[in-house]
């Protein structure tokens, strides 16, 4: 969904998702409407000693509805700064922060790399708590300092600090828990990662994450949650779910390049920019192909695919050709980028298949069923077999087939596989491969 960037910060860029444009209202008017009740909590949990005025809060509507706008803008703020402390805690140890997103459910701390040494992870994680704990202690310090009494505008305050008090420690202790990819899930897995592969360290996290989902997801539907904790348990159970898979896939490529996977130049299918959309269509049932690179005296000028085709009416396709309705900006990778570099790109593109190019020569192609076929072989034999015996390519690091024999096995090739009927150049109309069953 579509984000605005409003500033930045420490040098990190500062968005608005539009889900978070329309939740911040809905905050504001939640807290405002019950504001009475919130000081009642506020009051039990605080004690009688530093009770908060009710009476001179809900006289007014304006009054309730300001307050609740301050006050959910307070608490965003407060999400923001635990967002940063989590990235300047990257940023010291050389992971990039790419952004910090506010949305529907808070903030997201976008970096360009994961840490897989567990004391990196494990300073990450708990950064974004302990600055929220920290928010909250000094918001109580200053609650404290704003004696009692003094009318509307003082009453104000002090439920503004004691609501940032409560709210941001109460922040730091949801976060803590072992919801997978929440900072507590993320603490569990740099914890289990001291002793075991990462790969199956986040394997086990994303269980308990998962668990952790259903479980709040039961207590928002038939407890006092509410649909907003199922939201939250969807999220968290999709996200466990996603960046276990992404984990494995990354253990699995391991030292794995384009060119290990990619299918060479002079197996690959292409045409010419006058080939005309009739031909261009009959070719695609022959042969079986919904995408072509588009030649023309050794240069790659263009792309067409099965939609480009398409978009021609069926009485004109013998009249255009291939120049007319082929897209000219290719999406390409080198042939020595890793593995997942080329998938991170068909994923960020949209396509199915990137063109893989050394200077201006096509070399060849490489498609997410290419990936996915590495990956099922993988899976079975731990390596990328040239056929001869030979390890192809071999692999720097000493626990990298520990790594895929502990935890590629727990992973179905079907659930990673990625059709790519007409996503992409070269792609082919066949099911994604299945491996063999023992």
């Known amino acids: 969904m579509r984000s ?25 008017y939640l807290i405002g409407s019950s504001l009475g009740e919130y000081a009642g909590l506020l009051n039990d949990v605080l004690g009688p000693a530093a009770a908060v005025d009710i009476t001179a809060l809900t006289g007014d509507p304006v009054v309730t509805f300001g307050i609740g ?3 959910a803008v307070g608490l965003f ?8 402390g989590h990235s300047l805690t990257a940023m010291r140890y050389g992971f990039p922060i790419s952004s910090i997103t506010l949305w529907l459910f808070g903030g997201v701390a976008q970096l360009t790399e994961m840490p897989e040494d567990w004391k990196q992870e494990l300073n990450i994680a708990v950064a974004g708590p302990v600055v929220s704990v920290a928010l909250g202690v000094v918001s109580y310090a200053a609650f404290t300092l704003v004696a009692p009494g003094g009318g509307t505008a003082v009453a104000g305050l ?24 929440m900072d507590g899930g993320r603490v569990l897995r740099a914890l289990l990662a001291r002793n075991r592969p990462y790969a199956r360290a986040t394997q086990i996290a994303a269980e308990v994450g998962k668990v952790f ?27 466990a779910s996603s960046e276990a898979q992404r984990t494995t896939m990354t253990a699995a490529f391991e030292g794995v390049t384009v060119r290990d996977i990619m299918t060479p130049e002079p197996d690959v299918h292409t045409v010419s920019p006058d080939t005309s959309v009739a031909e261009l269509l009959r070719r695609m049932f022959t042969e079986r192909h919904t995408g072509y690179p588009v030649v023309e005296n050794g240069v790659v000028v263009g792309v067409v695919t ?40 068909m994923q960020e593109t949209g396509v199915g298949r990137l063109l893989v190019m050394e200077g201006d020569d096509l070399v060849g192609i490489v498609s997410r069923t290419d990936l996915m076929t590495a990956l099922d072989i993988i899976k079975q034999s731990g390596s990328l077999d040239a056929g ?40 082919r109309i066949e099911p994604a491969s299945q491996p063999p069953q023992g």
Not at 161 to 181: C, E, Q, R, S, W
Not at 213 to 235: D, E, M, P, R
């Open 213 to 239: 989902a259903i479980v709040l997801g039961l207590y928002g539907l038939f407890g006092n949650g509410g649909l907003f904790l199922v939201a939250i348990a969807f999220f968290i159970y999709i996200g």
């Open 4 to 28: 605005f960037r409003i500033g930045r910060l420490f040098g990190i860029p500062i968005e608005l998702d539009l889900t978070f444009l329309l939740v911040l209202p809905l905050f504001a």
């Open 69 to 71: 706008t301050l006050a």
């Open 306 to 345: 099965l939609g480009d085709a398409q978009s021609v009416k069926e009485v004109e396709r013998d009249a255009y050709t291939v120049e007319e309705v082929m897209t000219r900006e290719l999406r390409t990778v080198g042939p020595d980028a890793d593995a997942m570099d080329a998938l991170d790109r």
């Open 77 to 84: 703020a407060g999400v923001v700064l635990h967002e940063l």
């Open 388 to 427: 001869d015996g030979v390890r192809r390519p071999p692999s720097a690091r000493p626990d990298l087939a520990a790594t895929r024999s502990a935890v590629l096995g727990a992973v179905p090739a079907t659930g990673l596989s990625v059709g790519d009927s007409e996503e992409g150049p070269g792609a």
């Open 158 to 181: 002090r439920f503004l600090l004691a609501y940032l008090a409560v709210m941001n420690v109460a922040l730091a202790i949801f976060n803590m828990l072992p919801g997978f990819p």
